[in-house]
């Protein structure tokens, strides 16, 4: 009786306004996990040119509201043939991303012990502190600390929302990825309307600490969680969830997807109760390389692109400046990553290595582009930057997915957890290729 009551109350919690509310609810988190993220990018970048112009004998414009890094005003190489900013924007990009890589590579390992209500009060505290220290910042080391406190927000939001997914239907999927879309394309916008409304950085960051509580709101009001879900307990407690009735509770969970058959196909360990062991991790990560491999292989190719290659492909005879040029393709490689992260629900791509080897075709091409520059138009550059976002936000929706999908009950909380650093890692080495391509072709 208490075991069908249980399955009852799952019945419940999957229903159809159920599963809606889970979507959005993870939609949202989503948007709001990476929303910092993004806007720190743009947001420290204005500081921090504010803090070096104070420290220089370079007049500086008579607003204090400064805007997007102009790169025709900064460009110290006029003897070279390109453009080229001073530092390359790979710079900005690593100190975004090694705080998440140190967190996704050291996190999963222990991460169990720590409650889900926990971990979300700790990304939404982090992610204050850094609206709080970069709209504050006296000092260069204040709007750096303040990126890595948003990098760490993001980091571990990432590998948390992604383990908590296979508590819920596999449908939440979609919408963490439509969100985590949405972000780039949401933060942008919301940071240059409200600067070109009139209003100072320091000032729209602090409208933004709204994010954070959205975020709180959205988790524990809008999610419906299973009826012995563990918020504030520690240790395993997707294991104690999968417990005696997990063969009921999946098959509910799956019963849309129509893939009931997978209960039959498991294995006795995925059977198992109890924490995993460290071997078993072990063995977990080796069957999640042909995972991560093509994830990582995908984002280190657009990151190499973004970071690397695009400041450099400037055209003077086209209507847009260097930097309006430069905005627009970051822009609309947000709008490809947002269509593509949202199709989950439509189109699902087995063949992670066919995009893999796309993103490098296109790396490829536009390095040949900056070399020889035998593309014509900034135009051109837009389409294959849309493409490239398609094919980056497709690889990582579908390569969540397939996880969800193949791997066991047991070992699923945590999979879901460890393959998150493919991505991480992609983009730390294209930044750390960046600096030496950039430093190159500026000496050309």
């Not at 850094?130 to 990432?158: H, K, N, P, R, T």
């Not at 209507?319 to 949202?342: F, I, K, P």
């Amino acid at each position: 009786m208490e075991q069908r009551s249980s399955v009852n109350a799952d019945a419940g919690q999957h229903s159809e306004p159920s599963k809606w509310r889970n979507w959005s609810g993870f939609w949202l988190i989503g948007l709001c996990n990476n929303f910092a993220y993004v806007v720190m990018l743009s947001a420290a970048h204005d500081i921090l040119k504010k803090q070096i112009s104070d420290n220089t004998t370079v007049p500086t414009p008579a607003s204090d509201d400064l805007r997007t890094l102009d790169f025709s005003v900064t460009n110290s190489s006029n003897s070279s043939r390109y453009d080229c900013n001073p530092v390359s924007t790979a710079a900005v990009l690593l100190a975004d991303i090694l705080p998440t890589l140190v967190i996704k590579l050291a996190a999963p390992f222990f991460i169990h012990r720590l409650p889900y209500g926990f971990r979300v009060l700790f990304c939404v505290g982090a992610a204050i502190t850094s609206f709080l220290l970069v709209s504050f910042s006296s000092a260069m080391w204040m709007s750096i600390l303040g990126v890595i406190f948003a990098s760490m927000s993001s980091g571990m939001g990432e590998l948390s929302f992604l383990s908590l997914t296979v508590f819920f239907s596999r449908n939440v999927l979609g919408g963490w990825g439509s969100g985590t879309g949405g972000a780039g394309v949401a933060g942008a916008l919301l940071y240059s309307v409200l600067t070109q409304a009139g209003l100072s950085p320091r000032v729209t960051l602090l409208i933004m600490l709204v994010i954070p509580v959205a975020m709180l709101i959205s988790y524990f009001s809008l999610l419906v969680f299973p009826p012995d879900f563990r918020q504030w307990q520690c240790g395993e407690a997707g294991s104690a969830m999968r417990g005696d009735s997990s063969e009921e509770r999946r098959g509910l969970m799956d019963s849309s997807d129509a893939e009931q058959e997978q209960l039959e196909k498991r294995t006795p360990e995925d059977r198992t109760t109890g924490p995993l062991t460290l071997t078993e991790k072990l063995h977990v990560i080796k069957s999640l390389v042909k995972f991560v491999v093509p994830l990582g292989l995908v984002y280190f190719a657009e990151y190499f692109i973004n970071q690397g290659l695009l400041e450099l492909l400037y055209f003077p005879a086209f209507y847009l400046s260097h930097a309006e040029q430069y905005r627009w393709y970051q822009t609309l490689y947000q709008v490809g990553v947002l269509v593509s992260r949202s199709s989950l629900c439509c189109v699902k791509i087995r063949r992670l290595w066919a995009l893999s080897l796309l993103q490098c075709v296109n790396a490829v091409l536009l390095l040949l582009a900056v070399y020889y520059q035998f593309l014509s138009s900034a135009g051109l550059v837009f389409a294959i930057v849309l493409y490239e976002g398609l094919l980056g936000g497709a690889a990582y929706v579908n390569t969540f997915y397939y996880i969800s999908k193949e791997t066991g009950d047991r070992q699923r909380e945590f999979a879901m957890a460890a393959a998150s650093v493919g991505d991480s890692l992609g983009i730390a080495l294209s930044g750390l290729i960046a600096f030496p391509v950039h430093k190159y072709f500026c000496s050309l």
